[in-house]
Nanobody
Framework: QVQLAESGGGLVQAGGSLRLSCAAS????????VGWFRQAPGKGREFVAG????????FFADSMKGRFSISRDNAKNTVDLQMNSLKPEDTAVYYC???????????????????WGQGTQVTVSS
């Protein structure tokens, strides 16, 4: 089983950057794709970015391409989300989660993920 915890959120001005980190515990972490999702007030949870078990493949929602990057360090059991050129519409609670099926890649829907963290708040001021 995998347990995840996010950190790194905060308040930033538009155009600024933040780096979120997802720390994992559990022996099987390196077998799972890890995804970042976000949920803005009054909206559903949406996919942001994902990274394959080895870290060799990354994938993003269209609105994040070119601004966000994702990486993982399986030796440290961490997955980081680097967010640049932030916009007020990026304001949300950001969550990391692990794909329920080991070694599956490319998952972008909520139902494909489990082991959710508690979330970290990101607020972008205009």
């Amino acid at each position: 089983q995998v347990q995840l915890a996010e950190s790194g959120g905060g308040l930033v001005q538009a155009g600024g950057s933040l780096r979120l980190s997802c720390a994992a515990s559990g022996r099987t972490f390196s077998k799972h794709t890890v995804g970042w999702f976000r949920q803005a007030p009054g909206k559903g949870r949406e996919f942001v970015a994902g990274v394959s078990p080895s870290g060799g493949r990354t994938f993003f929602a269209d609105s994040m391409k070119g601004r966000f990057s994702i990486s993982r360090d399986n030796a440290k059991n961490t997955v980081d989300l680097q967010m640049n050129s932030l916009k007020p519409e990026d304001t949300a609670v950001y969550y990391c989660a692990a794909d329920v099926i080991p070694y599956r890649m490319g998952s972008v829907t909520i139902t494909e993920y489990d082991y959710w963290g508690q979330g970290t708040q990101v607020t972008v001021s205009s």
